[in-house]
């Protein structure tokens, strides 16, 4: 049993193609919310330790809204990125298990395309769909990416471990990530955190931190906590929980 030290609390917007909308307007969508979270960024005038903070899911929103936004604005991106207060992932959208090598490809080259702009990636996140294909492990570590984050739905199928917990995955030809296989990211708006329901996230995160101690399976000091749900627009309430905690 571990005694957890720190709780992570990850804002992100779940990245759901046609689930809410269609996926015209769901994918303009998630364009506009890159310059929403620049302008909350920009906004918040708090210390640093309780800043506005934001990790994008998916990298095909940062993608499009690096294709029309002007130098200015790329440079914003960047330095945002640089001072750890946003974070942008390399998967390209939540996938299924079908993609071919093909299809891993072009997926995967337009993280070069992120690091051209300046934005340092290193994880993938990839939230709801359960299973993602053996491939990804190679196609991950080709593309300079070891840590794959993923965001099971338990009503859709049964994961491999009990949710959370950590393990290395290796694919075909013995490359290796490691995955943290957290819990299902609508936990953020059912607890109330998304929303900044002081009470109900107080309750919900600390009786998350107590069961994971009381687990034997559960080595780490760690709690990661997701503040996200389908397609939503971005806003700091999460940021009155992490202030009361």
Known sequence: ????????????????????????????????????????????????AERFRWTFE???PVLRFLATADASDVERLRRLVAEGRVAVTGG????????????????????????????????????????????????M??????????????????????????????????ARVFVWLSTHYGVGEQWGIVDGDVAAAEGHIAAFVERLEAREDYPYDIAVVHAANDNRWPTPLFLDVVRHW
């Open 1 to 48: 049993m571990a005694v957890i030290r720190r709780v992570l609390l990850v804002a992100h917007t779940h990245h759901d193609v046609g689930y809410t909308n269609s996926p015209r307007i769901v994918d303009d969508q998630h364009r506009r919310i890159v310059a929403e979270v620049l302008r909350l960024c920009a906004a918040d005038r708090r210390p640093d």
């Open 141 to 174: 570590r080709r593309a300079g990416m070891s840590r794959l984050v993923m965001a099971l739905n338990p009503d859709h199928g049964r994961a491999p471990y009990e949710q959370p917990t950590g393990f290395w995955w290796e694919g075909q030809a013995g």
């Open 58 to 60: 998916v990298a095909r």
């Open 92 to 139: 390209y959208l939540n996938m299924t298990q079908l993609p071919s090598d093909a299809e891993f490809g072009a997926a995967y080259d337009a993280v070069g395309l992120l690091r051209a702009a300046g934005l340092p990636v290193r994880s993938q996140q990839h939230g709801d769909v359960n299973g993602i294909a053996w491939g990804t492990v190679e196609a």
